[in-house]
T-cell receptor
Framework: AQKITQTQPGMFVQEKEAVTLDCTYDTSDPSYGLFWYKQPSSGEMIFLIYQGSYDQQNATEGRYSLNFQKARKSANLVISASQLGDSAMYFC???????????FGAGTRLFVKA | NAGVTQTPKFQVLKTGQSMTLQCAQD?????MYWYRQDPGMGLRLIYY???????DKGEVPNGYNVSRLNKREFSLRLESAAPSQTSVYFCASSEEGHLNSPLHFGNGTRLTVT
């Protein structure tokens, strides 16, 4: 069974600073995708960024980027220039089995301070 | 664009009662999913439907049944609700069989079983 570890239950960051949210995963599938989702206090789930297991470059999407270390099975999310609206839960979610089984970590709650 | 629509948004049941959660998507996605979210545990996959006419168990299928009514609609049924099924339920959809296809979520159903 897959295991996803997000070691930081809660984090604080000052507005306009960068923050890194950690994620490690354990899968035996050679081919997988890594997703990060954001859940604001309103409750909806929002897709942020994707990294394929065979991608050579780290994924970037606006202020979001992934520090992907395949050998360590680590895919940390970096948010640059934090904004107050970034305060939310963030979930790391690897997808395997042709993309049908996306498993979620327990999440990290990020608080952005003004 | 409606995306993924879930009904109802809130529901209170008594132990032993039954109910069906409805989900519909208008993005022409082949794959649909039901997740539950409990505090501190992230999202857990209950059932998924890779394509119309197929359904498969996820991590926590016990106590639930699903029906893929057509390509657009995927319902989740609780035959005899238990307090342990108190949770927030999310329906999601994605393109079929692609590891790089993110999940698109509905806004969730908050279910309380007393």
């Amino acid at each position: 069974a897959q295991k996803i570890t997000q070691t930081q239950p809660g984090m604080f960051v000052q507005e306009k600073e960068a923050v890194t949210l950690d994620c490690t995963y354990d899968t035996s599938d050679p081919s997988y995708g890594l997703f990060w989702y954001k859940q604001p206090s309103s409750g909806e789930m929002i897709f942020l960024i994707y990294q394929g297991s065979y991608d050579q470059q780290n994924a970037t999407e606006g202020r979001y980027s992934l520090n992907f270390q395949k050998a360590r099975k680590s895919a940390n999310l970096v948010i640059s220039a934090s904004q107050l609206g970034d305060s939310a839960m963030y979930f790391c979610a690897p997808a395997t089995t042709g993309g049908f089984k996306t498993i979620f970590g327990a999440g990290t709650r990020l608080f952005v301070k003004a | 664009n409606a995306g993924v629509t879930q009904t109802p948004k809130f529901q209170v049941l008594k132990t032993g009662q039954s109910m069906t959660l409805q989900c519909a998507q208008d993005m022409n996605h082949n794959s649909m999913y039901w997740y539950r979210q409990d505090p501190g545990m992230g999202l857990r996959l209950i059932y998924y439907s890779a394509s119309e006419g197929t359904t498969d168990k996820g991590e926590v299928p016990n106590g639930y049944n699903v029906s893929r009514l057509n390509k657009r609609e995927f319902s989740l049924r609780l035959e005899s609700a238990a307090p342990s099924q108190t949770s927030v339920y999310f329906c999601a959809s994605s393109e079929e069989g692609h590891l790089n296809s993110p999940l698109h979520f509905g806004n969730g159903t908050r279910l309380t079983v007393t």
